[in-house]
């Protein structure tokens, strides 16, 4: 009796959990599930592959080195059809590729060609787009470059922050493998060779990117806030000799007159006014000594403005 489609599936954070779920339920046996180890420094806001893994029976591996010689050659052991790669945190090479008797394919988080490379939602957050969602493609050498196989597209709101925006990019990334693994089992599936678009390359972001510089237009500022809101570092800027991190605000209609940035009592919450005019209304906030009352400091604003450096 022949076998079934059997894979390899290289997966971490929510994506790669609902992700190898799909794949179980679409049949396919799953010979080895490789993550890697939480770090402790990173908030664990999202579910465990490892956990989902293990409550599967499922043989689960943490190479320190994926693409070492050791670790390809017991691979190339497991004859898979498939090698899946589910927001995996390391780059396959192209000898752990090979590995795969029909195909290697990633799931990403955006709507390739767009949005390459790391952190794709956040990066769309802050650019203010206002779509994004999952692509599975073959890899290649080359990173988020290879055939498109299938994509879902997910609205973003304008108030949407990024743990919001991964949520939906977790329920198309379900979706579009659902949608193609069938195509995929029976040798049928799409392949859309992908453009390269320039420009569309993004790097990692890390707490420094979260700075504020309250010189911007609040639309621009509200949307930095929003694409590194808890559980990500932040966004922040200085308030006099405070640090302030403003963790939900909400661009407001009104426009007032240009000049230096300032804080503002209004209405009974604390308001930036930018310098262009443009207002962003502060909804939540903190210091390094925790949860900042903005209702009081909205009166105290009301009558003495703050003058932004």
Same mark, same amino acid.
């Given at each position: 009796?022949?076998?079934?489609?059997?894979?390899?599936?290289? +997966?971490?954070?929510?994506?790669?959990?609902?992700?190898?779920?799909?794949?179980?339920?679409?049949?396919?046996?799953?010979?080895?599930? %490789?993550?890697?180890?939480?770090?402790?420094?990173?908030?664990?806001?999202?579910?465990?592959?490892?956990?989902?893994?293990?409550?599967?029976?499922?043989?689960?591996?943490?190479?320190?080195?994926?693409?070492?010689?050791?670790?390809?050659?017991? !691979?190339?052991?497991?004859?898979?059809?498939?090698?899946?790669?589910?927001?995996?945190?390391?780059?396959?090479?192209?000898?752990?590729?090979?590995?795969?008797?029909?195909? +290697?394919?990633?799931?990403?988080?955006? !709507? @390739?060609?767009?949005?390459?490379?790391?952190?794709?939602?956040?990066?769309?957050?802050?650019?203010?787009?206002?779509?994004?969602?999952?692509?599975?493609?073959?890899?290649?050498?080359?990173?988020?470059?290879?055939?498109?196989?299938?994509?879902?597209?997910?609205?973003?709101? +304008?108030?949407?922050?990024?743990?919001?925006?991964?949520?939906?990019?977790?329920?198309?990334?379900?979706?579009? @493998?659902? /949608?193609?693994?069938?195509?995929?089992?029976?040798?049928?599936?799409?392949?859309?060779?992908?453009?390269?678009?320039?420009?569309?390359?993004?790097?990692?972001?890390?707490?420094?990117?979260? /700075?504020?510089?309250?010189?911007?237009?609040?639309? /621009?500022?509200?949307?930095?806030?929003?694409?590194?809101?808890?559980?990500?570092?932040?966004?922040?800027?200085?308030?006099?000799?405070?640090?302030?991190?403003?963790?939900? #605000?909400?661009?407001?209609?009104?426009?007032? #007159?240009?000049?230096?940035? /300032?804080?503002?009592?209004?209405?009974?919450?604390?308001?930036?006014?930018?310098?262009?005019?443009?207002?962003?209304?502060? !909804?939540?906030?903190? #210091?390094?000594?925790?949860?900042?009352?903005?209702?009081?400091?909205?009166?105290?604003?009301?009558?003495?403005? %703050?003058?932004?450096?």
């Amino acid at each position: 009796m022949s076998r079934g489609p059997r894979a390899v599936v290289f +997966a971490y954070h929510d994506v790669g959990v609902r992700c190898l779920k799909a794949l179980l339920s679409g049949g396919v046996e799953v010979a080895l599930v %490789v993550t890697v180890a939480d770090d402790p420094k990173e908030t664990q806001w999202f579910a465990s592959v490892a956990e989902t893994a293990r409550d599967y029976g499922l043989p689960v591996a943490m190479p320190e080195d994926p693409n070492s010689a050791a670790f390809v050659a017991q !691979l190339a052991a497991l004859d898979a059809d498939f090698i899946f790669s589910f927001y995996y945190r390391s780059m396959l090479g192209a000898p752990l590729l090979e590995c795969a008797r029909r195909a +290697a394919l990633n799931m990403h988080g955006s !709507l @390739l060609p767009k949005y390459r490379g790391r952190a794709p939602v956040n990066w769309a957050i802050l650019n203010g787009e206002r779509e994004i969602g999952a692509t599975l493609h073959y890899m290649v050498a080359r990173a988020d470059a290879g055939d498109i196989v299938d994509q879902q597209a997910v609205p973003i709101l +304008a108030d949407d922050d990024a743990r919001e925006v991964y949520a939906k990019v977790t329920a198309a990334a379900e979706i579009v @493998l659902v /949608r193609a693994l069938p195509g995929l089992i029976e040798g049928s599936a799409p392949r859309r060779s992908q453009p390269i678009v320039p420009g569309q390359y993004f790097g990692r972001r890390g707490p420094e990117d979260g /700075r504020i510089d309250w010189r911007w237009p609040a639309e /621009r500022i509200h949307n930095l806030v929003r694409a590194v809101a808890p559980p990500f570092p932040g966004a922040f800027g200085d308030v006099g000799a405070e640090r302030w991190w403003l963790h939900r #605000t909400r661009v407001a209609p009104q426009t007032l #007159t240009p000049g230096e940035p /300032r804080l503002i009592g209004a209405h009974g919450e604390c308001q930036l006014v930018c310098a262009d005019g443009s207002v962003l209304r502060i !909804l939540r906030a903190a #210091t390094a000594s925790g949860p900042l009352d903005l209702a009081r400091l909205a009166s105290d604003f009301e009558r003495r403005p %703050v003058t932004l450096g």
